[in-house]
């Protein structure tokens, strides 16, 4: 059973911008911080960037900051990543994932072990 689905991703440029999705089965998957991550060919999966329930914090990986934007809305049981000025560092799968607690650390937030609900991820590929 899918419980997080994400979608947007695609094929884009340098420079180009994506807009991903994802949407949780039910609440109960939202009452945490949801947050991406990635995962490039060979490498290990990377913190993305991170956003608790009430929206009131974002949490961002240095490589995106100033890049990329982290929202949701929460009558959909969403979260969006808004991602501009790709590169192709960018490529990778990427991956929704929620927690069951609220953390407004960075620490916490940026780490896998805090989120136990994962989504299938969607691919993100920047072509120069």
């Known amino acids: 059973q899918v419980q997080l689905a994400e979608s947007g991703g695609g094929l884009v440029q340098v420079g180009d911008s994506l807009r991903l999705s994802c949407t949780a089965a039910e609440r109960t998957f939202t009452r945490g911080n949801m947050a991406w991550f990635r995962q490039a060919p060979g490498k290990e999966r990377e913190f993305v960037a991170s956003?608790?329930?009430?929206?009131?914090?974002?949490y961002y990986a240095d490589s995106v900051r100033g890049r990329f934007t982290i929202s949701r809305d929460n009558a959909k049981n969403a979260v969006f990543l808004q991602m501009n000025s790709l590169e192709p560092e960018d490529t990778a799968v990427y991956l929704c994932a929620a927690s069951r607690t609220i953390y407004y650390d960075a620490q916490h937030a940026s780490r896998d072990q805090t989120y136990y609900y994962w989504g299938q991820g969607t691919q993100v590929t920047v072509s120069s």
């Open positions: 956003i608790p329930r009430n929206a009131d914090a974002t």
